[in-house]
């Protein structure tokens, strides 16, 4: 028999104190793990879905002149002097340090072309790129390759064309695969073709006239991103798209803050609980303390058994805490998001973290009742002698 | 020299109009191997003198020396070694943890050193066996009788093979039969050679003793020395509490 040996009988025997114990560990574990789960699912839920908006860095030609246009509104003719953008730089994007970031990268080469004697804008597009970059386009018909067309719904019908249809545009035949649903950007007015075909439409072989990109940037600063791509590209002028990156970030730092928050609340309240309950079972056995010291138990052993018993029921509120309170997530999550396909998944560092800061908050709690029983004097505690 | 010294004992509770003077300045020597009875009417400071004696109540004034060792010179957790190399100590009230077997009680002043658990759990059944219970190792103290817990604590005093056995009216809770087998083992401990020193007002228990300390009033006022079924009776040894009762 050893001190664990005591430690372990003693809450073996004092069951309802110990199960009294572990209950205010394991809601405060519980509540904890819950609400980091909970957060960290809707984060990932709230990230994927923000990273769904398309494209948060944009790369256009640089210019010395200010933009002409406002709203949607062109107040003045396209005289720009901008430098040229080419693919083969573009390329180079998948060699920078974020690169594991960048989720799509779609170059857009833009003219203008006739058709049925109206004046279109023609953009030719990665139609790959486009799904992570444009993933609100719900196109009725199919992608086009080749010679092949999507419309804006505008476009469509102002065009008088519909899919399947076939027209002539600078010299090309070009066939309608389908139609984008109305989206209530400038896309509606647009006509797309694959990039190459635009190109070669336009004559901008190797080049394009702009590029957009999906950066992941849950755990990256984005400015970080535009600078190393600003490098690669330097004729292209990048900008991030800071509305969309700083709604991420505060949307991600309420949440924190409020986890934090709530998370030191339930802390104290756990401690306070430990405290007092250890405090109580210190009392009730100062006569057993008695004993052990009159027999030869130094005070470091006492504080050991107390603390053993903190540690031993507070490993297993952590354990239980942590299943507890990804339950309590699964549970919960319909009613914060809408997702279906959102789940909570074992996360070890959360489990061990969960572990570990229940036998910390258990130890920490128990450290002055330990104090305490060590400090009794053995002949107060046993009055018999 | 002497193997137990006390040396003008004084103890004082509290302070002013609230001041107990519980032990008023005992002296005594015991030699190895003795058995001697401490004899007092309640609050006569014997059971204050025993804890003294146990390295459990730092003496407001005077030495307390074991084996040439200045116990309270000790540090506290010295004094803890020394109880657990030195002592057995039997409580009137028993004092055995209700949660543990009688064998895991037994066990306890085994806790502390280094042994494997079979040396510890064998040296417990020897003792529990010495006191005649070797067959109720694996019972609980609510399970036997007020006679058994007695042994069981005597076992749990002699199970790491202490030179000094401190008593504390070990037969007050006992019926007269259960008093005179209890008697009866810790005579049989004490021809092994321990040393006991055992606190009672029993007169018959006492009897059991080869000398008898009297207490009175926080003083050592007498002394009565058996061998065998003679007595010699010496009274007033202690000049320093005859002089101060004067």
């Not at chain 1, 908006?53 to 396209?78: C, H, M, W």
Request: hydrophobic share 45%; charged share 20%; glycine share 10%.
């Amino acid at each position: 028999m050893n001190l664990k040996d005591i430690a372990f009988l003693n809450l073996r025997r004092r069951k309802a104190k110990a199960a009294f114990l572990l209950a205010g560990l394991l809601i405060g574990v519980t509540t904890v793990v819950a609400l980091m789960s909970l957060v960290e699912t809707m984060r990932e839920d709230i990230t994927d879905k923000l990273d769904k908006f398309g494209a948060n860095i944009l790369i256009v030609p640089k210019t010395e002149n200010l933009s002409l246009t406002y709203g949607g509104l062109s107040l003045g003719g396209v005289s720009f002097e901008m430098e040229e953008i080419y693919e083969s730089q573009l390329e180079k994007i998948s060699t920078i340090r974020n690169a594991a970031n960048v989720a799509a990268l779609g170059p857009v080469a833009l003219g203008v072309v006739e058709i049925n004697e109206k004046k279109v804008l023609l953009s030719g597009m990665d139609f790959e790129a486009t799904r992570t970059l444009k993933p609100w386009w719900k196109i009725q018909g199919d992608m086009p390759e080749g010679d092949q067309v999507i419309l804006g719904a505008e476009a469509a019908l102002s065009l008088g064309l519909d899919v399947g249809d076939t027209f002539t545009a600078s010299g090309r035949d070009l066939t309608v695969t389908g139609i984008i649903e109305a989206t209530g950007s400038q896309d509606d007015q647009l006509i797309f073709t694959p990039l190459a075909t635009a190109q070669s439409m336009l004559g901008m072989e190797g080049r394009v006239s702009m590029a957009e990109v999906a950066a992941l940037c849950k755990d990256c600063p984005i400015e970080e991103m535009v600078r190393q791509i600003s490098e690669i590209v330097p004729s292209g002028k990048v900008m991030g798209i800071q509305s969309v990156v700083k709604g991420r970030m505060e949307t991600l730092a309420h949440f924190q803050r409020l986890t934090l928050g709530v998370s030191a609340v339930v802390i104290l309240v756990g401690s306070l609980v430990v405290l007092v309950t250890m405090m109580g079972s210190v009392r009730e056995r100062t006569r057993e303390i008695g004993i052990f010291r009159a027999i030869g138990f130094r005070r470091s052993h006492i504080i050991r058994i107390v603390l053993l018993e903190a540690a031993i029921v507070s490993a297993l509120a952590g354990l239980l805490g942590y299943i507890g309170g990804i339950g309590t997530t699964a549970a919960a999550l319909p009613f914060f998001t809408e997702s279906a396909d959102i789940a909570v998944h074992f996360d070890p560092v959360l489990a061990g973290g969960a572990i570990i800061m229940s036998i910390l908050l258990g130890l920490t709690a128990s450290t002055y009742p330990a104090l305490l029983a060590a400090k009794l004097d053995p002949n107060e505690a046993l009055r018999a002698l | 020299m002497s193997y137990i010294k006390a040396e003008n004992l004084v103890k004082h509770y509290g302070t002013g109009d609230g001041l107990v003077e519980a032990v008023r300045g005992i002296s005594f020597e015991i030699e190895e191997g003795e058995f001697v009875a401490v004899m007092g009417e309640s609050g006569s400071g014997k059971s204050t003198l025993l804890s003294m004696m146990g390295a459990l109540n730092t003496p407001t004034e005077g030495n307390f020396l074991v084996d040439d060792i200045e116990i309270y010179n000790l540090s506290r957790d010295q004094r803890a070694d020394f109880r657990r190399e030195f002592l057995g100590f039997v409580f009137q009230s028993f004092n055995l943890i209700p949660y543990l077997t009688l064998a895991e009680n037994v066990m306890l002043p085994l806790v502390t050193i280094k042994a494997r658990s079979k040396t510890k759990k064998a040296m417990a059944e020897e003792a529990l066996d010495r006191v005649g219970l070797g067959d109720m190792v694996d019972r609980l103290p609510s399970q036997i009788s007020g006679g058994e817990q007695e042994r069981v604590a005597v076992a749990r005093a002699i199970v790491n093979n202490p030179p000094i056995l401190l008593a504390d009216e070990p037969t007050g809770n006992l019926d007269s039969k259960t008093s005179g087998d209890l008697m009866g083992l810790l005579k049989n401990l004490n021809a092994e050679g321990m040393t006991i020193i055992m606190v009672t007002h029993s007169e018959e228990s006492a009897r059991t003793a080869r000398r008898i300390l009297k207490i009175e009033d926080g003083y050592l006022t007498d002394e009565e020395r058996l061998i065998g079924e003679a007595a010699s009776v010496r009274s007033g040894k202690n000049p320093v509490a005859v002089d101060k009762s004067a």
